[in-house]
């Protein structure tokens, strides 16, 4: 069974561009969270779709924006990028109610110049 | 808001001692806990969970405890092992909301 896959593995953008993260949950998985980790800060909750709906939203700028699509494939999008939002960034995929807990991706690691 | 915090940034242990890594919460809502270990270069993996009308979870060398009233919680890890050199990110949530996670320990064990 193949794990939640993260695209690309790694982006430098320059500060003011715009950049588009992609993941593909886990087969059957409906849910796909997507968390910022910064050194320091933890997993920062970014926000959580469930069948093309956002079920949940974390406290981040409208900058940060995210869709799923009917194959459950989520994108997260990030405009006027800043030096901040220089981040692992990892998308997790569950199923319904998350009674494992989630499946991680390997991330997608931005570096913002 | 930091809903759940884990005051340790590290921890070194000798292989084949106890590690416990601590972790408290603020929610009294929460009722469902999950710990992940997290390599380098690698995304955070499942390690273990445990529901609030719990107060124990064991799993091999792994155990969880839950102490609501003091809204904290520690994973043991007996004997540790070279190998579970990594960071321990503790999460809660409250059902139907998202998972809450800590800013995590990082361990080492010393062989």
């Known amino acids: 069974k193949a794990g939640v896959t993260q695209t690309p593995r790694y982006l430098i953008k320059t500060r003011g561009q715009q950049v588009t993260l992609s993941c593909s949950p886990i087969?059957?998985?409906?849910?796909v969270s997507w968390y910022q980790q910064t050194p320091g800060q933890g997993l920062q909750f970014l926000f959580e779709?469930?069948?093309?709906?956002?079920?949940n939203k974390g406290n981040f700028p409208g900058r940060f924006s995210g869709r799923q699509f009917s194959n459950s494939r989520s994108e997260m999008n990030v405009s006027t990028l800043e030096l901040g939002d220089s981040a692992l960034y990892l998308c997790?995929?569950?199923?319904?109610?998350?009674?494992?807990?989630?499946?991680f991706g390997s991330g997608t690691r931005l570096t913002v110049v | 808001d930091q809903q759940v915090k884990q005051n340790s940034p590290s921890l070194s242990v000798q292989e084949g001692r106890i590690s416990i890594l601590n972790c408290d919460y603020t929610n009294s809502m929460f009722d469902y806990f999950l710990w992940y270990k997290k390599y380098p270069a690698e995304g955070p993996t499942f390690l273990i969970s445990?529901?609030?009308?719990?107060d124990k979870n064991e799993d091999g060398r792994f155990t969880v405890f839950l102490n609501k009233s003091a809204k904290h919680l520690s994973l043991h890890i007996v004997p540790s092992q070279p190998g579970d050199s990594a960071v321990y990110f503790c999460a809660g949530r409250e059902t139907g909301n998202q998972f809450y996670f800590g800013t995590g320990t990082s361990l080492t064990v010393i062989p």
């Open positions: 445990i529901s609030s009308i719990k």
């Open positions: 087969s059957g998985h409906r849910s």
């Open positions: 997790a995929s569950s199923s319904a109610q998350a009674v494992y807990g989630y499946t």
């Open positions: 779709y469930f069948s093309e709906t956002q079920r």
